[in-house]
């Protein structure tokens, strides 16, 4: 097993929740696009809605409050909308202590998420945990891509200058977060924090990943140790 040198985390859903994104994309647009067009609240939740899942989220215009403001026609730049819920950013509980130990153990820090860089920028600012990462990649930013393919994971790692073996990568999205970054060799933990995901490679919080980091750590030197015994022997 390659020793576990850098561990990557998604940030909405997993470092804050999501009360700050659900407010711009389910609050903020649709009170201005109804505003806007002089419509009920509700049927203008109802056509936005819509035009979100036209778009769906494995394509980059998802992501984008700008492609969306254009598209609706609304008096509003992204960075007014996104400054109107900052209130609402929020870590979750358990951030804090987990980051601080996972320092504590040497090992790298990133944070891979789709989200655009000024939604990360403003979160990372306001919830103060830039001191804990060495980088922060926005793949739709960044690379201009989503995280639905192993490309993202592997450009990741290239940058950072470690073999994807040695990277673990958490989330809450199934699919984004824990079966494509699998598929290249990470380890990969998917974070489901209603339980309901009964698999091994599943957490309730963040505070199970350090565990996971503890059995992978007590492995390592487990096999370090066998290893010297048998040179030894010989």
Known sequence: MNKTKLVSFDLDGTITDTSFVDSVWL????????SKWNLPLEDAKT???????KVGRERLEWYDPGYWIRKFELDVSPRELLNSFENRIRAFPEVPEV???IKDTGL????VSNARREFIDLEIDKINIAPYFERVFSATSDFGQIKKSVNIFQKVCNIC???PQEMVHVGDDRLFDFEIPRRLGIKAFYLDRTGQCKQK????SLQDLN???A?????????DRCRREVDSAD
């Open 27 to 34: 609050e903020g647009i649709p009170r201005l696009y109804a």
């Open 47 to 53: 056509v936005v809605k819509l035009e979100y899942d």
């Open 99 to 101: 980051l601080e130990e």
């Open 108 to 111: 790298r820090r990133i944070i």
């Open 161 to 163: 200058g470690i073999m």
């Open 201 to 204: 490679s599943a957490l309730r």
């Open 211 to 213: 565990k996971k980091l």
């Open 215 to 223: 059995i992978f750590s007590h492995r390592k030197k487990t096999q």
